[in-house]
């Protein structure tokens, strides 16, 4: 391994072990979070879910929605909205390979059939362009996210929705506060969807939102989420089983205290990410962050870099294992899913996303949140550049 020095507090002491490790991802929690955990621990009725409507209403005017529903995980958010719409065996949903929080899975958990999209070189998001070649009598929805933060191309994919009558539904499990041509994340086709896992900036602990302006489909979700005490003599409502599925009172307080912070919370990333893209300037051969057209503002999860065309996902694993070996948590930013196991013994292959495959093994996922410093950010990207050294690749190409 090339020598580096460590930044300020930064590298392995004498002992080996690392003074100060440098996480992919640190909760941004002040004393207001356990404040209210407090509160709601000694308040008695954990079930009785004020706290959780108090969330679903600050959230949908938030976003711009009318309605919000609150539920046990974005996957499960993407599942239970799929079903509320009658997406289920025989029909096809167009989505990407690609993300972190990889929600896709809802499409083939439904029991309907995820048809892969490749994606966008560039900006990683779904390609409305092949969307549009792999439309067939079977197709019912197409399934875009915002990933790592950057909105979709929303206008076309809008435009296609509408060509061939598909339901559009907005992942945002990446994603919270970034704008595509004014509008907010969140606000684009017939319903959209959030997680509050990490690496998301909005965090608590678990749990996932669906939001739309349907009042009929805000009524489906919740008879789907949970049976409530007073649908239990009601015969419509009954019809459906539900999958108990509710943000679990917490999970809510947090997230309600997160949401009144998320400006402060995006303000101190934002900070970081001025020194990531300030030491990266120098840096050839890797590719920062990408702002694509239309994207407005973008809140990115982590600090992702493009590996050159050069590297391989060997060696990307080389150079995460040597971040690693100097104190640097840095990750790759998921398996995207046309390489997966399930995926492939129902017929996907690494050919059907040429894009994706190249995109999925050179994507590097670098810590990002309120406590890294900026000689930290400085120690990452010094040692980013040795560790491209290392795989023998040097400067290399997009």
């Known amino acids: 391994m090339t020598d580096s020095t460590p930044a300020d507090g930064v590298g392995n002491g004498e002992d080996g072990d690392f003074e100060d490790y440098i996480p992919l991802t640190d909760p941004d929690l002040s004393q207001a979070?356990?404040?209210v955990l407090a509160r709601v621990l000694t308040g008695g009725g954990l079930g009785d879910g004020r706290m959780t409507r108090a969330f679903e209403t600050a959230f949908a005017a938030y976003v711009g929605r009318t309605h919000a529903v609150a539920v046990s995980s974005g996957t499960m958010a993407a599942l239970l909205l799929l079903k509320a719409l009658g997406v289920g065996p025989g029909d096809e949903v167009l989505c990407s390979p690609f993300g972190w929080h990889q929600a896709q899975h809802a499409v083939a958990l439904s029991g309907a059939t995820p048809v892969l999209v490749d994606i966008d070189y560039w900006q990683h998001t779904i390609n409305p362009e092949k969307a549009a070649g792999l439309v067939s009598p079977a197709t019912k929805a197409i399934l875009a996210g915002n990933v790592n933060g950057h909105p979709a191309h929303w206008d076309e994919l809008t435009a296609l929705a509408k060509a061939y009558n598909l339901t559009l539904i907005e992942d945002s499990t990446e994603a919270i506060g970034s704008t595509y041509k004014g509008r907010m994340v969140g606000?684009?086709?017939a319903a959209s969807f959030f997680d509050?896992?990490?690496p998301g900036i909005l965090t608590a602990g678990d749990g996932g939102m669906i939001v739309t302006d349907d009042k009929d489909l805000a009524h489906r979700l919740r008879y789907l989420r949970h049976r409530e005490v007073e649908h239990r003599n009601t015969v419509v409502i009954t019809r459906t089983v539900p999958w108990q599925a509710r943000l679990n009172p917490l999970s809510a307080a947090l997230g309600?205290?997160?949401l009144k912070r998320l400006p402060e919370i995006v303000a101190r990333r934002n900070r970081v990410i001025g020194w990531y893209d300030a030491a990266m300037a120098s840096f050839e051969g890797i590719k920062p962050p990408y702002r694509g057209p239309g994207a407005g503002t973008?809140?990115?999860m982590?600090?992702?870099v493009h590996l050159g065309t050069r590297f391989t996902a060997s060696g990307r694993k080389a150079i995460i294992e040597d971040l690693d070996g100097q104190g640097i948590d840095a990750s790759d930013y998921g398996q995207s899913l046309h390489t997966q196991q399930h995926y492939?013994?129902?017929?996907a292959t690494r050919a059907d996303c040429p894009v994706c495959t190249k995109t999925g093994d050179r994507v590097l996922a670098l810590p990002l949140h309120h406590k890294v410093t900026e000689d930290q950010i400085a120690f990452i990207v010094e040692t980013l550049k040795d560790a491209t050294v290392n795989t023998g690749a040097g400067a290399a190409i997009y």
């Open 256 to 258: 309600l205290v997160q």
């Open 298 to 300: 973008v809140n990115p």
């Open 302 to 304: 982590v600090y992702s």
């Open 187 to 189: 606000t684009f086709g």
């Open 33 to 35: 979070e356990i404040e």
């Open 196 to 198: 509050f896992s990490e």
């Open 344 to 347: 492939q013994e129902r017929g």
